[in-house]
């Protein structure tokens, strides 16, 4: 059932080019319309929404600050992201105009079940992402959005988050067709974007793997690891981060590239472990041109750096010790391809220490206490 794999683990992260395919199928008629059958919230309701609140945990919250990105640019909603554990003992602003969206892999933490109950308390319509069809979140939800990765049974998501960031972009997409903010060639063109992922997925997975491998296999003696990123490349440094916690039980810290001067960069010493996830240079040329000035900033204390860029990218082999590098992809489709290598990396260097990858120390699947 491992499909030949050493690990549920090493397997779900070869399934994820097909739980993004899987997660997009169906979803666009003929005329490159996105219908989502399941979305039943009354029309005028979706489009009289003022604000969308994400509820999550863990690495299902870092899907959502991807989608926080993709949903306010294209939809001009504002969008708030909140662990659901905090969510519900402060005093949120819910009303009937807000939305909030569930992210689940599972639909069983008892965390984000009891968010979902408080937002609803007050009002708010509730649409749950989950991959787990019929589990409790989608049932007390008022409509759901299932990702289609498959079964995700080692404890540390993979499939699930990148099936998650589809989902969200879907929900995005399909807002922005019904409240008329963008066009229609506009939505098709995004949806063709998105469906060529797959393929970017596999050929990291064919073609860079075994360097990533051999950088983890080189590094199992590391004790901390930071990672940095901006935009979008921000939730994908924590998801890298908690990743390696989780598998590989060291120090990892995901950081906001920006944040480095204002204290993290006192971390910096000679022969640091940093990853720094580079935004694609076309169309967001400052974005690119600050996180490089950061990869020297560390680089030039000491660290050892590990960029992560996108394919043609040669500015950053200056102030690299290793790059590696991801097919080009528009800005808020790279999280679907810069998480992968941190997966890997966080995977095999738990495998060189002789940790168990499937079920590591202290963890379950599904976190059904509060
Ligand atoms: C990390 C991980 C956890 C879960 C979190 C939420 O690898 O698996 O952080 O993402 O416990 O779980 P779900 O998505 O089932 O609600």
Sequence with gaps: EKGGFPSF????????????????????????????????????????????????CGTAAYAGQ???????????????????????????????????????????????????????????????????????????????????AGPEIAVASTKAFLSQIVACYLLGLYLAQLRGNKFQDEIRMILGELQQIPAKIQRILDETAQQVTDLAIAQKDTESVLFLGRHVGYPVAMEGALKLKELAYIHAEGFAAGELKHGPIALIDEGKLVFIVVPSKRGRDSLHAKVVSNIQEVRARGARTVVIAEEGDEEVRAYASDVIYVPASPTLMAPLLTTVPL????????????????????????????
Excluded at 30 to 54: H, N, T
Excluded at 97 to 105: D, P, R
């Design 66 to 148: 991807v989608a926080k990105y993709a949903i306010e640019h294209w939809c001009r909603i504002p969008v708030e992201v909140e662990l659901a554990h905090e969510f519900r003992y402060r005093d949120p602003i819910v009303t009937e105009k807000t939305l909030v969206v569930a992210i689940s892999q599972s639909g069983e933490t008892m965390d984000t079940i009891m968010a979902v109950r408080h937002a609803r308390q007050q009002g708010a319509k509730v649409i749950a992402i989950c991959n787990t069809f019929g589990s409790t979140i989608p049932r007390e939800s008022d409509a759901a959005l299932y990702t289609h």
């Design 9 to 56: 683990m090493d397997k779900e992260i070869h399934d994820q080019p097909q739980a993004v395919a899987d997660t997009l199928l169906g979803r666009m008629d003929p005329s490159g319309r996105l219908v989502l059958d399941e979305m039943r919230i009354d029309e005028s309701l979706l489009k009289s929404i003022d604000k969308i609140i994400v509820i999550a």
């Design 343 to 370: 997966q890997i990396f966080a995977m095999e260097l738990a495998t060189v220490k002789g940790l168990d990858v499937d079920q590591p120390r202290n963890l379950a699947k599904s976190v059904t206490v509060e």
